[in-house]
């Protein structure tokens, strides 16, 4: 893909589609003359201007200028309010029954802490002081991770029915969400998940000869098998969940994005996702899969449209975040609306962070509001994304990944900005395509918008 810039204003030009032009502030999906486009300076490519086109005259500059300075209409997220949590994620365990090879926590899912199993003697208080904070109409998020979680279901259970009775009392919206490795789903687990109306995510990053090779026992025994027979009596209760998902890591020993999106495919779930592990710096194969990426969801589009586009997890949240034209200040609301307790109960800015003392928050029921107030600031100042013209839909990026990456959390990682720049221009041109057959706008011309409201 060619990309070319003119401040904040960016064209899209891709062999065999129309060219697409994407407004950086205002979250615009528009269409480009080429005249317009030529006008533009080349960033991220090699490829020479193409003398068969039109001299750009000065109305088309004028033209072009003219939306550049738009006045910015879109919203943005609310700022956060110190300590004021939406979201909290629980580390149930921090033991894990599997040893896959790029595990971010440890190796063993301990974060280099082993611990079985959370106390709830400790957690349903420490929960509380988030609840009571609450207002009437709310959502929060309760995600359970591990370790596995599911080594400890009846925690699960017991934290999940504390929630939902104190939404009941103060009237706020409770959502669970849990990421589990799928094999461990007995009838006893059905049972609580279609309870408290869950979104399961399992994690299985391909068919059995990747998945059984990268995500294997503690022994090294396979256990793909095992995921595939959880996730059919998952499907089979679906109805009672909120959702059903799947999630595959991929490093430079998984580039087999195809075959996981075989596998996905002939799943009866609900979404799909793709995440470069956390831990990989190797470039090059952050390059292929970012290329691996944009062919799959290319193909995505040619079978089943924007609503097969919308299973994967990353276009779904970009198509919602074009249609409202709400800029993003944060990749995520580590530290500001959401925050990690570990099975410890020590409190840390997100899941990655977990076991590093420089980024500890508190512990039980304290919280230092020096630490909290240092992340209030939105991510795209912090990481200094003033100038990426994606940086209103990126939010900045991760935090775990720039500090992994450069020794930084505000330095930002290139080859994560890179891969995620692509990953939003390959979006915003099937966006195009999604909504021109929509609208039905014709031939090409000057400008012509297909977004927002």
Known sequence: MEIRRFRDIVSLEKPGNALVGFHARRLEVAELHPAMSQLMSLSFSNSQQDSSLPNPSAETFKQLQQWEQEPTEVRHLPSPNLGRVRSITLNVTQICNLHCTYCAAGGDGTFGSPVQKMSLEKTLPQLMQYLEKLEEGDLFHINFLGGEPLLYP???????????????????????????????????????????????????????????????????????????AGLKKLSGCKSQLSSLGVTGVFDRNNLFLDEAYGLYRDLNVDWYEFNFSHTETDLAASKVFAEKFEFLIDAAFAWGGEAEVRKFRFYDLLFSQLDEQIQSENFCGAGKSLIMIDAKNDVYPCPWMVGDHDEKLGEGTYLSETRLAKLMKPLIELNDCRECWARFVCGGGCMYIHKHTTGSKHQKSEAFCERTRQGIAAGIVLYFRSRKSENGIGSPILKETVSGN
């Open 154 to 228: 009846e925690a699960v259970n017991a934290v999940a029915q504390f929630v939902d009775e104190r939404a009941r009392t103060k009237k706020f919206l409770a959502k669970f969400v849990i990421t589990t490795n799928g094999t461990l789903i007995t009838d006893r687990v059905i049972e609580i998940l279609c309870k408290h109306q869950m979104h399961v995510n399992v994690s299985i990053d391909g068919p059995a000869t990747i998945n059984d090779r990268v995500r294997p026992g503690k022994s090294g025994q396979g256990v793909t098998e095992r995921v595939l």
